[in-house]
């Protein structure tokens, strides 16, 4: 591999001819391709190789029997033998494969025939990082609805500017914490607790906290309790994705992983609903609802005691074997589980030929140093700002509070936020379906116009101030815009955010990078819930959401310069989509645009611009052909 992460291909200047590296058992020979020869075969500006395709398909299984034999899992020597030569081939094509059981045959047929197959234990581990989602919006939400009375319960309504900053201060530390001091727990926590043990110390954190903001005696006891609840949020918003996207199979990874957002929105709805439940208890409304969000992190912490721990997080920590047992309980067979488990280990020892023995500090270095990671943290980073910048959380934060102000009354400021989660759970579940065969980049690029739009009618129909025989003018397209906004949202930057950044670092830098894009997210979250309540006097709410709508086409562009397309690939593979230099992706991409308005405007029968990249075996097929 080389040194930029690019496993057999050499990028060709202006003044070169294009090269590709087709490579042998040795993998020493070049066959150079003419420039006209491959702008006719192969498009592609990168090679997604596959390491196992370097040697032949006898050689490949011996050295995974040699592997299986050397870690303690000699009773899987054969099914290992024969799982290399299947990840050897692209995916689909296991009949090629000869010596396979007839029972592997026929697993290897039905998964490639229903993507969705799996065991319980893999559903049940997912469904549970899902429930961890699930705290988050939980926690987002009870603050919501406690806006519109804590702050009369300690006096801060009565202290003009200096109040608006304490309550923004109070919503905005979870997020700040999150931020800048619980996601860079991630990697120790991580290290000697295990992907399970850090949910189940950060559940922990997360039962005890909400229950403290109920109990607050003061506004400094709130304080206190959610900055304490920000660090367990931050840390586990690291982790959670990332154990999701290392137990997921690479064709429904996007889906399933995606489960974290979609269980956000629901912790959001179900906040709403525990608001709208405790509305009418005298005085202590919004200690109970604040302290509702407890609940799904009982659960959490409970149900985590039952999953299997991350099988690359134990490869990573030198339990191979162990490593294994856990794959094989979150894959339909034992073929299925050795093919990508070894396919795993492959990559990851090429990974550590260029950071073995790196330190903390050094491998969150090279989250910025090494061209390959940096550019997937470019993309991380983008999607984790973006989603802050496109205005949803001012929703989250603070929907209670805009529909009080533009005419409706508490109860009914607090229906109209349920159905705002309503909304968001519902739209979320079409992505579920549309994220790996659209892709992530796709759906954001094709949502963020749409929220630009929505968001500033949304601001524009506050100007209208008309008398209460006329309010539902007023309100209700205000309530409408707003919803359509969280439609685009949901389809769109809402899913993708977490998913992406879990899982376009390397293994060896998944911790840090996944740390430092929380942090992004996090603490631009608590800027946002700082400042809005200031920003909402100061600008009026129509100039902060105007100034919101601005900010969509900003993430807009941020997006179509760095976030690369990730779909239907393994996390190993996606080494090769990062390895491309940011100028020739730019290049590709601003081909695409005269493409889509001959295509699908002025409706001309043209072939696709070249893409990215291409697979190594499709790509010497059409070479030699």
């Not at 075969?41 to 050295?63: F, H, K, T, Y």
């Not at 100028?583 to 001309?604: C, N």
Request: net charge neutral; aromatic share 12%; with cysteine.
């Amino acid at each position: 591999m080389s040194k930029d992460g690019v496993a057999g291909v050499d990028q060709p200047t202006h003044d070169e001819k294009a090269v590709i590296r087709e490579g042998d058992s040795s993998d020493n020979v070049d066959n150079v391709v003419e420039p006209t020869q491959r702008r006719k075969s192969v498009g592609a500006m990168n090679i997604v190789e596959n390491p196992l395709q370097r040697v032949s398909a006898e050689q490949a299984s011996l050295d995974a029997q040699a592997f299986a034999h050397k870690h303690g899992l000699e009773e899987y020597a054969d099914v290992f033998g024969r799982a290399a030569m299947i990840a050897r081939e692209d995916p689909g094509q296991h009949g090629v494969v000869s010596g396979l059981l007839d029972d592997e045959m026929a697993a290897l047929d039905y998964e490639w025939g229903h993507k969705w197959h799996g065991p319980k234990m893999l559903w049940y581990t997912v469904g549970l990082c899902a429930v961890g989602a699930a705290t988050q919006g939980w926690d987002q939400t009870g603050s919501n609805g406690a806006n519109l009375s804590f702050p009369q319960e300690f006096g801060l309504d009565e202290m003009g500017s200096r109040g608006e900053w304490i309550i923004g201060l109070i919503n905005a530390i979870i997020f700040l914490t999150a931020g800048l001091i619980g996601a860079f727990i991630v990697d120790p926590l991580n290290h000697y607790l295990g992907r399970r043990g850090e949910i189940f110390v950060t559940g922990v954190c997360l039962t005890l906290t909400p229950i403290g903001s109920g109990l607050a005696q003061s506004w400094q006891g709130l304080f206190a309790a959610r900055f304490v609840m920000g660090i367990g949020i931050g840390a586990k918003n690291a982790t959670v994705p990332i154990f999701s996207s290392e137990v997921a199979p690479a064709r429904v990874r996007g889906a399933l992983v995606m489960f974290w957002q979609l269980w956000v929105t629901a912790g959001i709805f179900l906040g709403f609903c525990a608001n709208v439940i405790v509305k009418d208890v005298p005085k202590i409304a919004w200690r109970l609802e604040l302290g509702s969000a407890f609940i799904p992190s009982l659960v959490l912490s409970i149900g985590v005691f039952f999953c299997p721990e991350s099988p690359r997080w134990l490869m990573k920590h030198g339990k191979i074997a162990k490593g294994f047992r856990s794959m094989n309980k979150l894959r339909a067979h034992p073929i299925i589980a050795a093919r990508d488990y070894y396919y795993s280990f492959v990559i990851y020892e090429e990974e550590k030929l260029t950071a073995a023995g790196a330190g903390y500090f050094r491998r969150m270095w090279d989250c910025f140093a090494i061209p390959r990671i940096r550019r997937s943290n470019y993309g991380a980073s983008t999607v984790m700002i973006a989603q802050q910048m496109c205005g949803i959380n001012i929703m989250s934060f603070y929907s209670s509070t805009i529909f009080s102000e533009a005419g409706y009354s508490h109860n009914q400021a607090l229906f109209a936020s349920l159905g705002y989660g309503a909304i968001q759970v519902v739209f979320t579940i079409p992505t579920l379906f549309l994220i790996d065969t659209k892709g992530r980049r796709t759906l954001c690029m094709w949502t963020f116009p749409g929220m630009c739009i929505f968001l500033l009618a949304a601001g524009l129909s506050l100007l209208n101030n008309g008398d209460d025989a006329s309010r539902a003018a007023k309100v209700g397209p205000v309530v409408l815009f707003v919803y359509l906004f969280t439609i685009c949202y949901c389809l769109g930057e809402g899913p993708v955010a977490f998913q992406y950044s879990a899982e376009v670092f390397p293994t060896i830098q998944r911790e840090q990078g996944m740390a430092w894009a929380v942090a992004v997210n996090n603490t631009f979250a608590g800027v946002l819930s700082l400042t809005f309540p200031r920003m909402r006097t100061v600008m009026t709410p129509t100039g902060a959401f105007g100034f919101y709508a601005g900010l969509n086409l900003v993430a807009w562009f941020m997006i179509f310069c760095f976030v690369r397309e990730t779909k239907q690939l393994t996390l190993e593979e996606l080494d090769q989509v990062f390895s491309v230099p940011t100028k020739d992706f730019l290049s590709s991409e601003l081909q695409k645009i005269p493409y889509v308005f001959k295509r699908h405007v002025f409706r001309k029968n043209i072939p696709p611009p070249p893409s990215t990249i291409d697979r190594a075996s499709h790509t010497e097929k059409m070479v030699s052909s």
